[in-house]
């Protein structure tokens, strides 16, 4: 294999533009589709916002990808924890990957986060990272939709 003649400039950053990232998944994409043929990224969010300042304070966001929804954060807002809040909006992403076709959801979430929320929910650990304490273990779930 040979390399192209140009070489590439490195540009490392730890504030990259946002519009870097869209740009990165395009070059992913195209890669994807030639091994593939199809790799579709569609975003969802359900937003949580200040009735007076309409500033967002919770909500779910995720995408569907190749028939299965990666829900990438859920944020339920200090003081509702505990209310319902979260369910609803799970039940809202969930319902959209059912529109979508999509398989089942899937998840990471920390030790200190919501494992037995999502358990509730009906999902199930599948994978596990270990590491140092509160942070970790990291618990990668799944809820299968069929």
């Given at each position: 294999m040979?390399l ?5 400039l490195?540009?490392?950053?730890s ?10 998944w ?13 790799c ?7 937003l949580l916002r200040d009735p007076?300042t309409h ?7 995720g ?6 929804f990666y829900v ?8 509702y924890r505990?209310s ?9 992403i969930?319902?959209?990957?059912r529109?979508r076709?999509?398989?089942?959801l ?5 030790a ?6 999502y ?6 650990v599948?994978?596990?990272i270990?590491?140092?304490?509160p942070m970790f273990?990291r ?5 299968d939709?069929?």
């Open positions: 040979s192209p003649e140009k070489a590439l490195i540009e490392a950053s504030e990259p533009p946002q519009a870097a990232y869209q740009e990165l395009e070059v992913l994409r195209a890669f994807n589709v030639s091994a593939v043929g199809h579709e990224n569609y975003p969802y969010a359900v007076e500033s967002v304070v919770g909500g779910v966001w995408r569907s990808v190749w028939d299965s990438d954060m859920l944020v339920a807002p200090e003081g505990g319902g809040h979260g369910g609803k909006l799970m039940a809202q969930e319902a959209q990957a529109a076709g999509c398989r089942n899937w998840l990471d979430t920390f200190f986060q919501a494992r037995p929320f358990e509730k929910l009906g999902f199930r599948f994978g596990q270990e590491g140092p304490k273990p618990y990668f779930m799944i809820k939709l069929d």
